[in-house]
């Protein structure tokens, strides 16, 4: 798996994930904000399924 989310992208999913995930304890209380999980570990691992399958990258210094 090579990366493929640079830093930006990185920070905008973190936060993302924790605005749902805190939807889980606060507002709505649904079982929708465990959504941000995975939001957080793509982040975390720094490669998106979703833009292998694409071929997109966001991650300027990563080799292709």
Do not use: H
């Amino acid at each position: 798996m090579e990366k493929n989310i640079g830093s930006v992208d990185k920070a905008l999913r973190v936060l993302v994930g924790l605005v749902l995930i805190a939807l889980v304890f606060v507002g709505p209380q649904t079982a929708w904000g465990w959504i941000g999980v995975p939001f957080i570990l793509i982040a975390l691992f720094g490669w998106c399924p979703i833009y292998k399958v694409i071929g997109f990258s966001s991650c300027k210094s990563c080799s292709k």
